[in-house]
Antibody, heavy 116, light 105 residues
Framework: QVQLVQSGAEVKKPGASVKVSCKASGYTFTGYYLHWVRQAPGQGLEWMGWINPNSGGTNYEQKFQGWVTMTRDTSITTAYMELSRLRSADSAVYFC?????????WGQGTMVTVSS | DIQMTQSPSTLSASVGDRVTITCRASQSTSSWLAWYQQKPGKAPKLLIYKASSLESGVPSRFSASGSGTEFTLTISSLQPADFATYYC???????FGQGTKLEIK
């Protein structure tokens, strides 16, 4: 079945970087854009950007430009989201999600905690 | 950026009730509007896409309508599994509404 499986929870210190992975299975990885969405504790959903797994092209929400990097490795059907210069406000659950008729398949989420 | 505003923020209802959630966009999104359901600790689940199209596997008690700047999601007869938080999203620039928490009265 179509599935996105994300890497496990991370604890990082302020100023560090985190890289979250999202492994796709059950469909043609290069056929659908992958987006990243985050959700701070008790808060709503915040769109971060997308990657085109076919070309590697990206589009980031303006707020995240300069400190988020989305990449992919087609050989292992995995996408990555790296966020640098972490602050406590970046503590959140990060989701990858496939774009097809909007966001039809979601990863389980990766909790990133930023704490000194 | 297009801003999405949902109302109400919280809705208290009982099993069997008919409920409606509204989503307004700051500018036209045509029909590029989706609705999601999210339960605590889980990823969002797509319910509706293109403003009124029911995602496969979603119960028919869920329906939605609208275009341009005003959209609604209706649940015709609430079931216990429907108590959750609902988000609208316009997918021109992908912004979400702030969410509507549907609580048991």
């Amino acid at each position: 079945q179509v599935q996105l499986v994300q890497s496990g929870a991370e604890v990082k210190k302020p100023g560090a970087s985190v890289k979250v992975s999202c492994k796709a299975s059950g469909y043609t990885f290069t056929g659908y854009y992958l987006h990243w969405v985050r959700q701070a504790p008790g808060q709503g959903l915040e769109w971060m950007g997308w990657i085109n797994p076919n070309s590697g092209g990206t589009n980031y929400e303006q707020k995240f430009q300069g400190w988020v990097t989305m990449t992919r490795d087609t050989s292992i059907t995995t996408a990555y989201m790296e966020l640098s210069r972490l602050r406590s406000a970046d503590s959140a659950v990060y989701f990858c999600t496939r774009y097809h008729n909007s966001f039809d398949v979601w990863g389980q989420g990766t909790m990133v905690t930023v704490s000194s | 950026d297009i801003q999405m505003t949902q109302s109400p923020s919280t809705l208290s209802a009982s099993v069997g009730d008919r409920v409606t959630i509204t989503c307004r966009a700051s500018q036209s999104t045509s029909s590029w509007l989706a609705w999601y359901q999210q339960k605590p600790g889980k990823a969002p689940k797509l319910l509706i896409y293109k403003a009124s199209s029911l995602e496969s596997g979603v119960p028919s008690r869920f329906s939605a309508s609208g275009s341009g700047t005003e959209f609604t999601l209706t649940i015709s007869s609430l079931q216990p599994a429907d108590f959750a938080t609902y988000y609208c999203q316009q997918y021109n620039s992908y912004t979400f509404g702030q969410g509507t928490k549907l609580e048991i009265k």
